[in-house]
């Protein structure tokens, strides 16, 4: 077995670490769909952490501007994504109905977008998977939409709990590649 010190050492290395960060990221994920509530909560707060470092930020960045009119901007942007943040932290739950309000506009306007992005490339082959999407994400929107502020209870945990298990089992079968290439190069 090579040591650590080289460059298949480490690459080994990494890629032990690459599947077993993939496992978690597949664990959570599982277990965010098993409790797309308690995700969704999660990601309410974690949106409102980000947006209250951003606010900070800001308003930092607004005492190190040299123009009166960059200053206002800058605190004026500042204090609305420390306000909207801390709203998001100290009440999670209206908050993640919020979000699962603008998820669903999110996911009406892709739809709209990937539906025009299919009448421009239709006559290419396999551009009919563009209005498939489109299709199925306008019914996710109005699926969200219609039965709002229920579908706060489940749309944000579900999707994320989704991604998470495809974003790890995309990357365990990368990190397996790559030690299976790994062991055919020693």
Do not use: C
Request: proline share 3%; hydrophobic share 60%.
């Amino acid at each position: 077995m090579s040591s650590p010190a080289t460059v298949s050492g480490f690459a080994r290395k990494t890629v032990n670490w690459s599947i077993f960060l993939s496992i978690l990221l597949i664990l959570a994920g599982f277990f965010t769909l098993m409790a797309p509530f308690a995700g969704g909560i999660g990601v309410a707060i974690f949106v409102g952490w980000a947006m209250i470092v951003s606010g900070i930020t800001h308003i930092v960045f607004a005492f190190k501007t040299h123009t009166t009119g960059s200053l206002l901007w800058e605190l004026l942007v500042g204090l609305v994504y420390l306000a909207a943040g801390l709203y998001l932290v100290l009440h999670p739950l209206s908050g993640l109905a919020s979000l699962t309000l603008l998820l669903a506009f999110y996911l009406f306007f892709e739809g709209i977008f990937e539906a025009i992005q299919y009448l421009q490339v239709r006559p290419r082959d396999g551009a009919g998977w563009l209005l498939v999407d489109a299709l199925i994400t306008f019914v996710l929107a109005l699926m969200i939409w219609r039965s709002w502020p229920f579908s706060s209870v489940w749309a944000i945990g579900t999707l994320v709990g989704i991604s998470m298990l495809f974003s790890g089992f995309s990357r365990l079968m990368l990190a397996m590649s790559a030690k299976r290439i790994l062991k055919a190069a020693t």
